[in-house]
């Protein structure tokens, strides 16, 4: 038994020394081999050249430059392709390949198996500098037709969705020629079969680049929306006017660091308004008590807005942007809104007739005949509508010749009113033809007693012949 355990150990122990020989000589086999073979895992100019020879890598190198272009890609689809032949590009080959293969120790050749042995392109790239410069002038890029400048971002208004929005940059197509020949001579100097001018920053970018990249913009923009969401509705003289977004938009100015109101527009917008609705300084149709209709020249009456004040508050709602209901801000207001803004509460003077009415809310409460202005002096009481000044009692009437004391004094144009005249026996009639007053209506004490409880500052007063 023991002789069989003898000749096992034996066997066994041939059988290992045989291996290792065989390990041992396949190793050295394999090192011999890469002698003249590249490691596994070399690179040479971007390209796998492993387990080849010096002399096939350097045919495959060349049979890649034999088919060699650099093509040029741009923006929207646009390209175009170098030729080596037109710019007399030429490849000069040295003895890299030679000296990467001496550099790869053979009996070494394990370690490739673990790591990536990466080296430059082993040539030179030659070529006609004038010639790449005719070629590049030609290149579709630099043609006139492919060119649109690039466009800034902008604010516009949108009809549709009644706001300002951002509208992209528009990027164009022009490209910068001093970096497209600087990234052109490096995709050639590297044999690159292609070079996107995209990717390398050669294009002319617009100053504000992006929709939602500038802070500036969407300020101003921020601040474009809160003015044109503003609302004021007025209710101007009993009309209803709107001013929103539709109008609003047309007073907004825009530049490249903030927002303004065109406050002229505003301007012509108020004076608009105001020429419209406003009543003051305009005649009127007037329905007579004695059944005629006839036309009243204005006087200081009616609805008159205050154009300089109203535009400055408009301009402050918009620019806080409210929503508000408002009447304008009137300098002289009427009985009633409309343009029949006398109403049915008023004095009416008929001068003609030197006669007196007085209504409260269309009913008649007063008669009185008068004696107005002396016509023979040219002392006429003026014709018109106006709004009584003030009311007060115990009064002097100063003149340049006289001052006399009344007890109710109501005065409507300048200095011209209504007051009592005791100091008349008789009213009516002829008198103030050649007896009449400097201007004035003079009534007898009860009666302008009477008219003075129901008058009041802005009462109208209608005097006609």
Sequence with gaps: MKWKKRLWMKLGLAAIISLFILVIATYIGISFYFKDHYYCNTIIGGEDFSFKTPIEAEEALYSRLDHYALEVLGREDLSDIIMPEEIDMRFLMDDTLIKIKRGQEPKLWLLSLFRKYDYEFPWHVKYDEDALEK??????????KNIRKPNDAYLTYSEEEKEYIIVEADPGTEVLKGKTEEAVKEALDVLEPQLDLEEKGCYKEAEIEKKDGNDRLINIRDQANKYVKAKVVYDWNGNEVIVDEDIIHEWIIIDKSKVTLDEDKIKDFVAE??????????????????????????????????????????????????????????????????????????????????????????????????????????????????????????????????????????????????????????????????????????????????????VYTGFPVVCYY
């Design 135 to 144: 070629r590049m002038n030609k290149l579709a890029f630099f043609q006139a």
């Design 273 to 454: 308004q105001a020429k419209k609705y406003d009543t003051y300084g305009k005649n009127r149709i007037f329905h007579t008590t004695d059944g005629r209709e006839i036309e009243l020249k204005s006087g200081a009456y009616g609805w008159k807005t205050d154009k300089e004040s109203e535009r400055e508050e408009l301009i402050k709602a918009l620019k806080r942007g409210e929503t508000i209901e408002k009447e304008p801000i009137y300098s002289y207001t009427a009985a009633q809104p409309g343009q029949k803004d006398i109403g049915d509460t008023y004095v009416e003077i008929d001068l003609g007739s030197q006669h007196l009415y007085l209504y409260i809310e269309g009913e008649l409460i007063l008669e009185s005949d008068f004696v107005s202005g002396n016509a023979a002096r040219g002392w006429n009481t003026p014709a018109g509508v106006f709004g009584l000044t003030y009311k007060t009692r115990d009064a002097v009437l100063r003149g340049d010749n006289y001052a006399t004391p009344v007890t109710y004094w109501m005065p409507f144009n300048g200095n011209i009113g209504m007051h009592d005249a005791t100091w008349r026996g008789s009213f009516g009639g002829d008198i103030y033809l050649t007896n009449g007053s400097h201007g004035c209506i003079n009534l007898p004490f009860e009666n302008a007693k009477i008219i003075y409880e129901y």
